[in-house]
DNA sequence: TTGAAAGCGCTAACAT
DNA sequence: ATGTTAGCGCTTTCAA
């Protein structure tokens, strides 16, 4: 009994006797014997793992791609190595570093915050790079992003559906390349059935700008809105509170869809919130499918957009 | 110039000469070499590489705790290889393998949310095992665990000290041991005070049991409490809530403490809460300190408590 | 001070 | 059908 007939019973491959198999099969059972991984990629020159690198330090986004990226790639037998970079470059790179000296098969970034980043340089590593949930400037790389301007369609073409036809948008921060993607959705739904631009307010990504946005929109003078599309969850929540605590009703006064969809706020909120739900999860899948086809040497570059889905809560339920 | 050398140069290890060394960096530089970590840990018997088993699908306390972990072990040159068993003893178990096969130097376990579990065997794996915010029934494994009831106490004192004396406890599912600490926690500082024990009611970790409690807490015939402390930030924020909507003032008539030291919760809550941090960056940097020393050969096991920390926000600052 | 060679655990081509 | 061997990229004796 030879170590290379080992290796042909256990990995099925080569020509060898079946009850031989069997045996060795046993014996490696007895002594629950671990093929050494290392040793296996050493030779085969790929190591079975996939780097990914996360910018976002609460997990809130990261965790649910992770977790549709290891849906995929756990079954194929692949890992996933993480790293968290927190939006500094410095740390990024060393990341980079580290995932490339172990010989990760491919990189996938994650949640990078904002899109003012100098960027760390991906291309040209030799191995597949994908970007998730991410802006990239580099076109030799995938980019995987939720359809964001799709979303607000479907948050304004909702609100439309049950009869809304004054909807502004408290939005988040400018800078946010998705913001401006939503209010563009936003602005063309509102184009698209006849009716003047709402109001759009841009502040930041917490509940108390929804709080204040609401005071400034139902200020005297103002167009008094009856639905509003906010940015995200935690902007929706605010709104709603203090459209309650003015004694506007939500949803017959104001009906409000948020985005997000992240359970803790919407669920929570009074009334739960509509909400645009990016699908983190299948975008960690998708990422998992085409880095399996990248690492097979299949070659997909661009930018790639999922669909959003809207689901539906009391905040837009009359 | 043979490989040989190479080798000793860009370790440092055995006798060379200054010339030659910096002439091999200089080429290995100058050609992005970059050593195959996979060849060295084939060599050496170890990978440089820790696996963490995240429990916790949202990664709302892994997250933190990976980050501490990382910020120990990445300037040791190690890497940390996660995914994610979403308390799914089969996932859990699939991950181990995984790990084992990829010769990690030791396993890590995050986040396991109630304590009924049938726990994966990981006893006897060989390599050194630790749990962090995760209860574990082996014992010749190193648990890292919040200090609850210490946090509970210190809670309590907090709310003493600013001269509450009738303190009610809203506290989470029963099932959950941490809940019993802290409930402990609570019920021995009220007795070291004099103080008779308070309504303790427990219920799920979210706003609309901490309205609800609130609501039973005030009803007719109750003792009226000035003072709540809450099992997390999502009661006590549905506490405040409750409470600012039946026209109690906080923190004036009634103080509150929450527990996690959530960010987005305490700081979005009106008031901004009170709340016990449970430090899990700093549970996460033991956590890699530790695994650092057993990799080594030291032998810790038992389980160890960490402190918690209050952060003293509006809910209870008169 | 440097080079040569063995070996880490495995696979794959080749020889028996 | 099985055994033997070379070699994946590196470290580490041991010779030169």
Same mark, same amino acid.
């Given at each position: ?14 020509t ?64 996933v ?14 990341h ?33 790079v ?10 030799d ?9 799709? $979303?607000? +369609? ?8 049950? !009869? #809304?036809?004054?909807? @502004?948008?408290?939005? /988040? &921060?400018?800078?946010?390349?998705a ?18 631009? $709402?109001? +759009? ?8 700008? !929804? #709080?204040?946005?609401? @005071?400034?929109?139902? /200020? &005297? ?7 509003l ?22 949803p ?24 645009i ?42």
């Open positions: 009994m030879s170590i290379g007939t080992v290796s042909k019973a256990l990995n099925k491959t080569g060898i006797a079946p009850e031989t198999r069997a045996r060795v099969i046993a014996a490696a059972e007895h002594l629950q014997f671990r093929p050494n991984t290392l040793a296996k990629s050493l030779q085969s020159g790929h190591s079975g793992t996939v780097g990914l690198i996360s910018n976002d330090s609460f997990g809130r986004f990261t965790m649910p791609i992770m977790e549709g990226l290891e849906g995929v790639l756990a079954p194929l037998g692949m890992g190595f993480m790293c968290n970079a927190t939006d500094d470059p410095a740390r990024e790179a060393a980079v570093d580290q995932l490339m000296a172990k010989q990760v098969d491919g990189i996938i970034v994650t949640a990078r915050r904002s899109d003012r980043r100098p960027a760390v340089h991906l291309s040209g590593l030799g191995i597949p994908i970007h998730v949930f991410a802006r990239s400037d580099e076109d790389s995938l980019t995987l992003l939720p359809d964001d301007r799709g $979303g607000a +369609v479907m948050a304004v073409q909702h609100l439309l559906d049950i !009869g #809304r036809r004054r909807i @502004a948008h408290i939005a /988040g &921060p400018l800078n946010f390349e913001v401006q993607l939503r209010r563009g959705g936003y602005l063309s739904s509102l184009a698209g059935a006849g009716l003047a631009p $709402g109001d +759009v307010l841009h502040g930041k990504w917490t509940e108390s700008w !929804g #709080r204040d946005a609401v @005071a400034q929109l139902y /200020g &005297p003078g103002r167009a008094n809105p009856d639905a599309f906010c940015g995200n969850d935690q902007i929706a929540r605010g709104a709603a509170d203090a459209l309650r605590e003015m004694g506007r009703h939500v017959c006064d104001v009906a409000i869809v948020g985005f997000d969809n992240w359970g803790v706020m919407a669920e929570a909120a009074r009334p739960p919130l509509t909400s739900d990016m699908n983190l999860p299948g975008l960690g899948a998708e990422a998992g499918r085409c880095m399996a086809r990248m690492i097979g040497g299949q070659s997909e570059t661009g930018q790639r957009l999922l669909p959003c889905t809207l689901v539906p809560r009391a905040s837009t339920l009359g």
